[in-house]
């Protein structure tokens, strides 16, 4: 059991630092537009100081402490270490990788950090071991008011990107790919990363939360 646990950790924390490092190659390619998330983030950043990472992991605390209200449940380890871990990740990639001096690059950073972020996104999910804040949101949204995830995800990025690009973030065509096609990568990638941890840790059955 040790053993099964220890895989499906690597693979979690693994899938965090492959999303959050596909993620700033995108915010480096801000030209061409970040996720709707970063358009907050940054307009934040911008405007109040501090740091992208820290501004992603306030706005995860705010929605963390919003929807453990609302399903008065304490939100589980998963939940926090993703949003923790995912803003001091941001911004140790941010400082350590070059900026984009054209908007080719800029076009070659965003592009590669879409595929790169989608598969860490399927990394991250593969164990079931907690879903993030803003995940965490989507499913409340869903649970509370019905619907699908597609139109809560979609309804909550619309919003979150339009306060953000109100306070000066960086919205642009690059946002609405993001939107419409990291979906694709991480359903791609998500069954591929299920499949190798089902293949390390030598269990055919289905992998239930265990906390």
């Known amino acids: 059991m040790r053993r099964v646990y220890s895989w499906r950790w690597a693979f979690f924390v693994m899938g965090l630092i492959v999303m959050t490092l596909g993620f700033t190659m995108v915010i480096k390619s801000a030209n061409v537009g970040t996720s709707a998330w970063d358009v907050l983030h940054i307009a934040l950043f911008e405007n109040f100081g501090l740091s992208i990472g820290s501004w992603n992991i306030i706005t995860g605390l705010l929605i963390v402490g919003f929807t453990a209200i609302m399903v008065k449940s304490f939100p589980k380890i998963g939940t926090w270490l993703n949003m923790i871990l995912c803003g001091v990740l941001?911004?140790?990639?941010?400082?350590?990788?070059?900026?984009?001096?054209s908007m080719t690059f800029q076009i070659i950073y965003f592009l590669l950090g879409l595929l790169?972020?989608?598969?860490?996104?399927?990394?991250?999910?593969?164990?079931?071991?907690?879903?993030?804040?803003?995940?965490?949101?989507?499913m409340w949204i869903v649970e509370r008011f019905g619907g699908s995830i597609k139109v809560a995800r979609m309804s909550i990025e619309l919003a979150v990107a339009l306060i953000g690009w109100f306070l000066g973030g960086p919205l642009g065509v690059g946002t609405v790919i993001i939107a419409v096609f990291s979906g694709y990568v991480v359903q791609f990638s998500l069954p591929y990363c299920r499949k190798m941890l089902m293949k390390a840790i030598g269990d055919v059955e289905e992998m239930k939360p265990f906390f």
């Open 90 to 101: 941001i911004d140790f990639y941010y400082w350590i990788l070059p900026n984009a001096s």
């Open 116 to 138: 790169v972020l989608g598969f860490g996104c399927g990394m991250y999910i593969a164990p079931n071991l907690g879903a993030g804040p803003r995940d965490t949101l989507m």
